[in-house]
């Protein structure tokens, strides 16, 4: 397995439940994080995704802290999100004022699908 992660090989591990898929995962992971420091891995868990935006969303957030500092990773995120708000302010017959806060999802997806 380790060989499969240094040379980019696709690897589709079977077997029932709790026979130890992961733990062998984690285990090459470890091997070559330690001998090999230039090959990142990341490790995504899908169980609780639900949609494509989601899976991106954490996909773009394991690369990003994975291949950076706890600074770049603060500032970058902070200003990533800043750019991708749109506001939206809407007048009713009231005088109050509403304003909400929304992100484009199309928007969000292509600049994911740019890293």
């Given at each position: 397995m380790t060989n499969n992660f240094r040379l980019g090989t696709n690897t589709i591990l079977i077997s029932p439940r709790r026979w130890g898929k992961s733990s062998l995962v984690d285990k090459a992971s470890e091997i070559i994080r330690k001998g090999s420091p230039e090959i990142v891995i990341i490790k995504i868990d899908l169980f609780n995704i639900r949609s494509e935006i989601e899976f991106y969303n954490e996909l773009a957030e394991k690369v990003f802290r994975a291949t950076s500092s706890k600074f770049e990773y603060v500032t970058e995120s902070v200003g990533?999100?800043?750019?991708?708000?749109?506001?939206?302010?809407?007048?009713?017959?009231?005088?109050?004022?509403?304003?909400?806060?929304?992100?484009?999802?199309?928007?969000?997806?292509?600049?994911?699908?740019?890293?």
């Open positions: 990533n999100f800043i750019k991708q708000l749109m506001p939206k302010i809407s007048f009713s017959p009231s005088p109050d004022l509403e304003f909400s806060i929304s992100i484009d999802n199309n928007d969000l997806i292509n600049n994911l699908m740019k890293y």
